[in-house]
Every structure is written in C-alpha cells, then in structure tokens.
C-alpha cells in the first residue's frame, strides 16, 4: 500500500512565487554599527530612572 504525500493546497502557490520573487529583489545594505538616538516615554519618570540607573546598570546622558 502506498502512503499518500502531503499536498500543498493550490491557494498557497501564489504567495509562496511571491514570497521567492521578492527575495530575489532584496538590496544590499550597509551594516548597522550603533545607535545614534532613542527616545522613549513613560507615565512615571522616576520609577523609569530608578530601573534604567540602578536595575540595569545605565547611566544618564548628558545633555
């Protein structure tokens, strides 16, 4: 008795061609290096300062 193979259902096929043409069209980038600027908000600053500066470990940026 043969085992039947699992087929792929015929909706997928478009997308996946998709999916492979896009690859094919990636553009090179040049490698990131670092992080020039963040910014981030918060409801309570203090409690934020007090996790950033002792739980973690980070100091304040001087501005």
């Known amino acids: 008795m043969r085992r039947a193979r699992p ?3 015929l909706s997928l096929v478009p997308g996946h061609l998709l999916c492979l043409s ?3 069209l ?3 980038r040049p490698a990131i290096t670092g ?3 963040i910014r981030m908000y918060t409801a309570d ?7 950033y500066n002792k ?3 980070l100091g304040q940026a001087e501005s």
Do not use: H, K
Not at 45 to 51: C, E, I, Q, R, W
């Open 7 to 9: 087929r792929l259902p």
């Open 22 to 24: 896009s690859l094919s």
């Open 26 to 28: 990636a553009q090179e």
């Open 35 to 37: 992080i020039a600027f």
């Open 45 to 51: 600053p203090g409690s934020s300062a007090t996790f």
């Open 55 to 57: 739980t973690l470990g």
